[in-house]
């Protein structure tokens, strides 16, 4: 049997992920995953006023903002979204 090589190319392509840096473009994106993903991540160790505390005085539009202008932040990316940062 002769295997199709362009299905398993198009889907390595669909589940494949790019590191790139962060721009200021992506500072929605970096807030919006940071918004999604501590609450699952920290819900049960941190109580819910320190953790909606600190994601606003983390990752408020402006605080990132400031914070790129001293680090480096990476986006993952799957098909042109952004799925994940780091920092």
């Known amino acids: 049997m ?5 299905k398993d190319s198009n889907l ?4 494949e992920i790019s590191i790139r840096r962060a721009t ?6 970096i807030h919006d995953i940071a918004y999604q993903v501590w609450p699952v991540t920290y819900g049960d160790t941190i109580a819910s ?3 909606e505390y ?3 005085f983390i990752y408020h539009p ?11 932040f990476l986006i993952a990316e ?3 979204e952004a799925i994940g940062f780091a920092s």
């Open 62 to 72: 402006g605080s990132l903002l400031n914070q790129m202008k001293e680090q480096v």
């Open 54 to 56: 600190m994601l606003e």
């Open 78 to 80: 799957r098909a042109g």
């Open 2 to 6: 002769k295997k199709d090589n362009n």
């Open 12 to 15: 390595a392509m669909k589940y």
């Open 24 to 29: 200021t473009d992506d500072i929605g994106s």
């Open 49 to 51: 006023a320190t953790l």
